[in-house]
């Protein structure tokens, strides 16, 4: 019954860190962006919405990426354990 639940940990592990740092890089992308958006003189409700939405990205990016973690830390334990 373990090796299953390893193959699902990992394969979850395998999905989410890349998607959580692409996440993550992305959001970082977008808070530049939102940064040069407010020293162009763009409307303040633009670049601040901007910003937001950005900030929520690599927020959730993170959240993934660590929850990725610790499903490589459950794959790694049920290695050491078989």
Known sequence: MNLPNKKKYRRRWLVQAPLGLILTSAGLCMTI???FL?????????WILAGTISLVVMNAGLCVLIDALRFHIKATQLNDNL
């Open 33 to 35: 962006e939102s940064g």
């Open 38 to 46: 407010k020293h162009e003189g763009v409307p303040a409700m633009q």
